[in-house]
Nanobody
Framework: QVQLVETGGGLVQTGASLTLSCPVSGHSVNGNALAWFRQAPGKERAFVAGISYIGQTLYGDFVKGRFTINKDNAKNTVYLQLNNLNSEDTAVYYC????????????????WGQGTLVTVST
């Protein structure tokens, strides 16, 4: 059984940084694509960042160099470093895993965590 458990969310002020973690069990991060999505109240789940099995990365247009995705194969964990946060980044952040390539479409991802809430106050 594949399990993904996001941690690291919280309440921060504008301009702050956070690191989200997502340890994976039941599947190897080495050999699968991983991604972070986010969902704000009343909005659809949006692609934030993805990393392929060979380490290539993709980011949503709104990231603009503020976020970094990486993974630790030894710890079987994917991370999302969030910098220079603003109120528009307030959302539940989810990590996801799938075999094959990265897709921006959330419906094409097979395995999901339960999410971690990031709230950015002004």
């Amino acid at each position: 059984q594949v399990q993904l458990v996001e941690t690291g969310g919280g309440l921060v002020q504008t301009g702050a940084s956070l690191t989200l973690s997502c340890p994976v069990s039941g599947h190897s991060v080495n050999g699968n694509a991983l991604a972070w999505f986010r969902q704000a109240p009343g909005k659809e789940r949006a692609f934030v960042a993805g990393i392929s099995y060979i380490g290539q990365t993709l980011y949503g247009d709104f990231v603009k160099g503020r976020f970094t995705i990486n993974k630790d194969n030894a710890k079987n964990t994917v991370y999302l470093q969030l910098n220079n946060l603003n109120s528009e980044d307030t959302a539940v952040y989810y990590c996801a895993l799938r075999g094959g390539v990265i897709y921006f479409d959330a419906t094409l991802w097979e395995h999901w965590g339960q999410g971690t809430l990031v709230t950015v106050s002004t």
